[in-house]
C-alpha cells in the first residue's frame, strides 16, 4: 500500500494522541515527513520525541516541500481557514480537525478552491468511524429495539475544574457547539442519516467563571445549549450540553426505539468501553439491561483514523469517509444551533451528505484496507 506525505501544522495539546497512533498503529498507510508550529520549538520537540524527519520554522517552507502530499491542520479553529487556504493553494491534500472552519461561506470557498486545485479536504470528527457508532448502527439494523423515532443526547463538561488553561474554552472556536457538538452530530447523522431542521436555544448562564487554577475569565461565548434536531429518516433527537452543570446522571446518548431503548456510547468517544462504559439495550417486556459487545477492534483512543482512512482512500482512488461534503453538513447543523436560537425559529437545513458504509468490522485497530 502507498503511504501518504503527511505534514502536521500546529504540535500543541492534541498533536501527541496523533502521532503516537501515526508511528505505532497507522503506519500502513501514513508517513509523517515533517512537523511545523508558530512556536518552532514545539515542532522541533515532537520531531525529536517521535523521530519525524524534519521540523520546519516557517510554514511556506513545508508547503514547497515534495515530501509532504497532505497537511493535517492541528492549528486553533480561529487558524483553520486560512492556514487551510494556504495548504490547498499549495497542491496539498488537507485533513482539518474540529472545527471544521467557523462559517458555512469559508467551508464553501475551501471546497471550491480544492475542486479547483484537484486536491481532497476531509476533517474531523472521525470518532463515527470506530466501534462505538459501528455497533449502535449494527444493533439498530438488526431491528432489536424495532423502529427508532427519538433520542437524546447530554453532556456536561467543567473544563473550569481541572484545565491548567480553561479561557480557551469559553472563547470564539470553542464554548460547547464548536468543542463537543461536532462529535455529536457527526456521529447522529451517520447513524439518522441528514439533519433537516434545528430549534435551538443557546446562552451564557454565568457571564465570567473563576477557575481552580488561574484567575478569573470572561465566557465570550454560549455555556449552555440546548437543541431539538429533525432528522431526514423522521428521528427527532434532543441534545442538552453544557459547561455549567455541576454534575448529572442525563443518558450521554440514548435511541428510543418502537420495540425497545438502546444506552448507545458518548459520540465524543471512539468506544463506550474507551471509557469503562458499555452499550446496553432493554427490549418491551425485559426486566433487565442487556449489555451489547463491541464489535469491533475500534475501541480506544484512535485519533488519526479519520485521516488514516483519507490516506487509504487516496493511495486506493475510492472516496474517503471523513469529507468535505460532511463536513459541510456539520458545520450548517452548528451554524444552525446559532441561527435558530438569534432569530428565535426553526432553522431549515439546506445541505446533505450521502452514508457511506461503516469501516469493516474484522479491521485491526490500525489497519485500513
Ligand atoms: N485538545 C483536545 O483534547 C482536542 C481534541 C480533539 C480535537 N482538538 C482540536 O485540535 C485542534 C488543536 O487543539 P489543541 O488542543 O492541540 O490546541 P493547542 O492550542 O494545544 O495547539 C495548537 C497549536 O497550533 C499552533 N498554531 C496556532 N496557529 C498556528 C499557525 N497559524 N501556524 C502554525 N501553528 C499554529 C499553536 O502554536 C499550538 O502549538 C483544535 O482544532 C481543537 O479543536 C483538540
Known amino acids: 500500500m502507498r503511504r501518504i506525505k503527511v505534514g502536521i501544522l500546529g504540535c500543541g495539546y492534541i498533536s501527541d494522541d496523533y502521532l503516537r497512533n501515526f508511528t505505532q498503529a497507522y503506519t500502513n498507510n501514513v508517513e509523517v515527513t515533517a512537523l511545523c508550529d508558530i512556536i518552532p520549538e514545539r515542532a522541533q520537540k515532537q520531531a525529536k520525541r517521535y523521530g519525524?524527519?524534519?521540523?520546519?520554522?516557517?510554514?511556506?517552507?513545508?508547503?514547497?516541500?515534495?515530501?509532504?502530499?497532505?497537511?493535517?491542520n492541528l492549528t486553533n479553529p480561529a487558524a483553520h481557514m486560512e492556514t487551510s487556504v494556504s495548504a490547498i493553494g499549495a497542491g496539498k491534500h488537507v485533513y482539518i480537525e474540529k472545527p471544521f472552519v467557523m462559517y458555512r461561506s469559508d467551508a464553501k470557498e475551501l471546497i471550491g478552491l480544492a475542486q479547483r486545485k484537484g486536491v481532497r479536504i476531509g476533517c474531523a470528527p472521525d470518532t463515527f468511524l470506530a466501534s462505538g457508532t459501528y455497533t449502535t448502527r449494527t444493533v439498530l439494523n438488526s431491528g432489536l429495539i424495532g423502529k427508532p423515532f427519538a433520542a437524546f443526547g447530554g453532556f456536561c463538561h467543567r473544563v473550569q475544574?481541572?484545565?491548567?488553561n480553561p479561557s480557551v474554552f469559553?472563547?470564539?472556536?470553542?464554548?460547547?457547539?464548536?468543542?463537543?457538538?461536532?462529535?455529536?452530530?457527526?456521529?447522529?447523522?451517520?447513524?439518522?442519516?441528514?439533519?433537516t431542521s434545528v430549534s435551538a436555544s443557546l446562552s451564557a448562564p454565568f457571564p465570567s467563571i473563576k477557575p481552580v487554577y488561574g484567575p478569573e475569565f470572561e465566557v465570550e461565548v454560549p455555556t449552555l445549549d440546548i437543541a431539538t434536531l429533525t432528522f431526514q429518516s423522521g428521528v427527532v433527537a434532543s441534545m442538552l450540553y453544557s459547561f455549567n452543570f455541576i454534575d448529572s446522571n442525563m443518558p450521554r446518548f440514548e435511541i428510543f426505539g418502537s420495540e425497545g431503548t438502546m444506552n448507545a456510547h458518548l459520540p465524543n468517544a471512539y468506544s463506550a468501553s474507551q471509557l469503562g462504559e458499555t452499550i446496553r439495550i432493554?427490549?418491551?417486556?425485559?426486566?433487565?439491561?442487556?449489555?451489547?459487545p463491541e464489535m469491533t477492534n475500534y475501541r480506544t483512543f484512535g485519533h488519526g483514523l479519520g485521516l488514516a482512512e483519507m490516506c487509504s482512500s487516496i493511495a486506493q482512488n475510492r472516496?474517503?469517509?471523513?469529507?468535505?461534503?460532511l463536513g459541510y453538513h456539520v458545520l450548517d447543523v452548528m451554524n444552525a444551533f446559532e441561527d435558530s436560537s438569534r432569530e428565535g425559529r426553526v432553522w431549515k437545513i439546506e445541505s446533505t451528505f450521502v452514508q457511506m458504509?461503516?469501516?469493516?468490522?474484522?479491521?485491526?485497530?490500525g489497519e485500513l484496507d
Open 52 to 72: 519525524i524527519p524534519k521540523a520546519y520554522e516557517r510554514y511556506e517552507d513545508m508547503l514547497a516541500s515534495d515530501d509532504v502530499e497532505l497537511i493535517l
Open 282 to 292: 432493554k427490549r418491551a417486556g425485559d426486566s433487565e439491561w442487556r449489555s451489547i
Open 170 to 195: 469559553f472563547q470564539p472556536g470553542a464554548g460547547p457547539l464548536y468543542d463537543g457538538i461536532p462529535y455529536y452530530i457527526a456521529t447522529w447523522v451517520n447513524i439518522f442519516g441528514p439533519v
Open 161 to 164: 475544574d481541572w484545565h491548567k
Open 319 to 325: 472516496r474517503h469517509r471523513c469529507n468535505e461534503e
Open 357 to 365: 458504509d461503516p469501516l469493516p468490522a474484522d479491521l485491526l485497530f
